[in-house]
């Protein structure tokens, strides 16, 4: 049987989730988090055999939670769920740590071949990802401007890129407009751009965005 762990910030989608497991997987029980904090505290209080993880929470992301978890329980499997392309956020995912990445919008049984390959000690990723994957290896050179962002800069810069307000950035991230907008000056320092149009060439230049 199984112990999983689920941090997302949705109650919808974390019943509908539940459910699923529950339906096709062999699942003991599964526990709920809806953010970083609570996530760690269920984590150093009981184990689990594997942790899905919404890469998109308030206040700290799961990217930027990933390596707390492995602090607190390093063999613990982390499967990363999001909303965005692999393209995106599957290649900083694996690098944190993750075991598995997968998209919100592929089907169950994707999910499902995850949870099984994770918690049998391997690591799991589909063909469309590992595609992806090298493709955006090939496309990146190793000292690329956005490979220095930190998390929360790179999920500013990728908003900014698929045309996102600052208002909704905002909103997303659970974040005030200004301190939105300090990352923004700080990410456009960074990679040496003076504003949103040349944000967004560069993006679709490396890949980051379709």
């Known amino acids: ?15 509908g989730l539940v459910r699923l497991l529950e339906e096709g997987c062999s699942v003991d029980s599964v526990a ?9 505290e269920l984590v150093r209080e009981q184990p689990f055999d594997a942790v899905l993880l919404d890469i998109n929470l308030p206040v700290k992301s799961g990217l930027e939670l990933l390596p707390a978890l492995r602090a607190v329980a390093p063999r613990l499997p982390v499967i990363m769920l999001s909303m965005y392309s692999a ?12 075991s598995a990445y997968v998209s919100k919008d592929m089907d169950a049984d994707v999910l499902m ?17 590992a595609d992806q994957m090298l493709r955006k290896i090939d496309a990146v050179p190793g000292n690329s401007p956005h490979l220095q962002l930190s998390e929360r800069e790179y ?30 000056t700080r990410l456009l320092t960074k990679l040496g751009l003076d504003g949103n149009v040349e944000l967004v060439r560069y993006a679709l230049q490396h890949r980051l965005i379709d």
């Open 155 to 184: 999920n500013v810069m990728i908003r900014i890129a698929t045309g996102t307000s600052l208002t909704s950035i905002a909103q997303e991230m659970h974040l005030s407009v200004k301190t939105v907008s300090t990352y923004r």
């Open 113 to 129: 071949a995850a949870i099984r390959k994770v918690v049998s000690g391997g690591r799991y990723i589909t063909p469309d990802v």
């Open 1 to 15: 049987m199984v112990k999983l762990l689920i941090v997302d910030d949705h109650t919808i989608f974390r019943a």
């Open 87 to 98: 393209e995106q956020y599957a290649l900083r995912a694996y690098e944190a740590g993750a």
């Open 32 to 40: 709920q988090a809806t953010d970083a904090q609570g996530a760690l």
